[in-house]
């Protein structure tokens, strides 16, 4: 058993957590927060990674990955994980998507009755195109998961390693996945990472939701889990050319 892994799912668990429940509360009939907007999910997601970030660190995940394409990135890139530790660490940030999808499902257990669009239940757990279109939409997905990791990377390199820097390291990072969702994220609700999307995915699809539909997996593979992938080997990429 690697050290990492408890924090790794414990601290995804958490992101997802918090992260979906932004958008639950948005979506959902009759909650307070009803149609609160964009700005509120890009908020809710920036603080959401923070304290996943945190929680990953309370329980031993130094490198509070939270997303298999970073600790894929970081497998290639070298140093920092075996071979083995990478697919035990992608195992517990998927389980910890699903154990998130989970909590927020009993989180909000009498809204999905009164809900009745079940595209909207589904957006709660999972992401969804704008415009649905298959080339646009994994062009998106690659391109706003290269600059989160290589933005996650400028942050490291520029910060160190004072005590102080790295209790801030988290704000740096939300502030990262702000300005993507804010500027990146609308075409596709911004996966940029299959923690997010695929485990709460499953969690939609084994949950006895009321009046749920179709779980869309052709999206969550090709686009939300594809994309990302294909980002992250973009990043391994132009790390390794660019001696970044």
Known sequence: MYP???????GTMALIAFGD??????????TKGNGAGWVHVNLG???????????????????????????L??????????????????AAEMAGGVAGGVIVYLLF????????????????????????DFKANFLTEVIAT??????????VKNMGSSE????????????????????????????????????PRIAHAILPIPGKGDNDWEYGLLIATGGPLAGALLA?????????
Request: aromatic share 14%; hydrophobic share 55%; glycine share 10%.
């Open 45 to 71: 997601w920036t603080f959401a990674l923070m304290m996943g970030i945190y929680v990953a660190w309370a329980f031993n995940a130094p490198e509070a990955d939270l997303n298999p394409v970073v600790t």
């Open 146 to 155: 290269f600059f989160l990791i290589m933005g996650i990377q400028a942050i």
């Open 73 to 90: 990135f970081k497998l290639f890139v070298g140093g920092h994980y075996t071979t083995a530790q990478a697919i035990a660490t992608m």
């Open 21 to 30: 429940a932004v958008v639950a509360n948005l979506l959902l009939k009759d």
């Open 164 to 199: 102080t820097n790295l209790f801030l390291l988290p704000f740096m990072v939300g502030g990262l996945l702000y300005v993507l969702g804010a500027g990146m994220g609308g075409p596709t609700g911004y996966a940029i990472n299959p923690a997010r999307d695929m485990g």
């Open 109 to 132: 257990l009498n809204h999905w009755a009164a809900t009745e669009d079940p595209a909207l239940k589904l957006a709660v757990f999972s992401t969804g195109p704008a415009r649905r």
């Open 4 to 10: 990492n892994l408890l924090g790794e799912f414990l």
């Open 236 to 244: 391994v990429v132009a790390f390794k050319v660019s001696g970044f």
